[in-house]
T-cell receptor, first 116, second 113 residues
């Protein structure tokens, strides 16, 4: 149980284009989903927290107009990187937590974004 | 300033030995602490959670301790196997209702046969 999927697993795009990444909880309802970014040999950096049906809460230094998050249902959250630039190239990982109890997070497999 | 540190970037041990990984933190008061495993190019996988009022937690060959006075957690893998080779991440639950996780950089464990 507690499986989280991400799509796509890998994407290459041109500078200036927008990229959408989907995060789905497959066998549970996730009241809260999280988006992280990870650079090589670095820790996961929390970008934003999203609760179904409400606006995402962004961490300091993360541009909400550049990284658009939509959490339309209890099983789906999307991250759109708008007007992507090479410095946005990174490994993006989502996670979902189950309502009630300790907030263990179940992570997706990640999406590798390369902006040329 | 707030910091979470994992003692070393890399740890190399022989198969069968016990691996001990350390996580230290400053200026946090976490409600609980979690350990995750991450393989290259993959998302983290949850291993163990320990609450602030628990001293020790075990799961099969894994053992976690949590000392809120020392602000330290130790993660042990007994009878280590080459398949245990991965990066292990320590994460603190902070923020309102402990919903946000702050991760350490991780320790990459290599178990040689």
């Amino acid at each position: 149980g507690a499986v989280v999927s991400q799509h796509p697993s890998r994407v290459i795009c041109k500078s200036g284009t927008s990229v959408k990444i989907e995060c789905r909880s497959l066998d549970f309802q996730a009241t809260t989903m999280f988006w992280y970014r990870q650079f090589p040999k670095q820790s996961l950096m929390l970008m934003a927290t999203s609760n179904e049906g409400s606006k995402a809460t962004y961490e300091q230094g993360v541009e909400k107009d550049k990284f658009l998050i939509n959490h339309a249902s209890l099983t789906l959250s999307t991250l759109t990187v708008t007007s992507a630039h090479p410095e946005d190239s990174s490994f993006y990982i989502c996670s979902a937590s189950v309502s009630g109890g300790p907030k263990t997070q179940y992570f997706g497999p990640g999406t590798r974004l390369l902006v040329l | 300033s707030q910091k979470i540190e994992q003692n070393s970037e890399a740890l190399n041990i022989q198969e069968g030995k016990t691996a001990t990984l350390t996580c230290n933190y400053t200026n946090y008061s976490p409600a609980y602490l979690q350990w995750y495993r991450q393989d290259p190019g993959r998302g983290p996988v949850f291993l163990l959670l320990i609450r602030e009022n628990e001293k020790e937690k075990r799961k099969e060959r894994l053992k976690v301790t949590f000392d809120t006075t020392l602000k330290q957690s130790l993660f042990h893998i007994t009878a280590s196997q080459p398949a245990d080779s991965a990066t292990y991440l320590c994460a603190l639950a902070v923020g309102q209702a402990g919903t946000a996780l702050i991760f350490g950089k991780g320790t990459t464990l290599s178990v040689s046969s």
